[in-house]
């Protein structure tokens, strides 16, 4: 059975810091995208950012460039998404999810086939 799992969100200060997990299981995870997004209340799920398989591609959204940086771990079947420099806009549930269909990386939410439940990030100004 596929699953993911996020955890690492909370309750955070403006300009701290949290580190987001998604641990995987249930497929060959070494052989996929998977991609970070994010959902506020009474807005459309945004993409975050992405990694790919193999050469570890990043992308990332103009509203986190160089203050979120998304890593793997294929030896532990982990995703992680580093935030610093919060800020109250990154208040929202942050969902991981996997891309089936080829390897290239994409930010793409029509893309991405299997989404965790996600982890609230709540950052007080």
């Known amino acids: 059975e596929v699953q993911l799992v996020e955890s690492g969100g909370g309750l955070v200060q403006a300009g701290g810091s949290l580190r987001l997990s998604c641990a995987a299981s249930?497929?060959?995870?070494?052989?996929?995208?998977i991609g970070w997004f994010r959902q506020a209340p009474g807005k459309e799920r945004e993409a975050v950012s992405c990694?790919?398989?193999?050469?570890?591609?990043?992308y990332y959204a103009d509203s986190v460039e160089g203050r979120f940086t998304i890593s793997r771990d294929d030896g532990k079947n982990t995703i992680y998404l580093q935030m610093d420099s919060l800020k109250p806009e990154d208040t929202a549930v942050y969902h991981c999810?996997?891309?089936?269909?080829?390897?290239?990386?994409?930010?793409?939410?029509?893309?991405?086939?299997?989404w965790g439940q996600g982890t609230q990030v709540t950052v007080s100004s």
């Open positions: 999810a996997i891309k089936w269909k080829g390897t290239i990386a994409t930010m793409l939410r029509g893309e991405y086939d299997y």
């Open positions: 249930g497929f060959t995870f070494d052989e996929y995208t």
């Open positions: 990694i790919s398989p193999s050469d570890a591609t990043t």
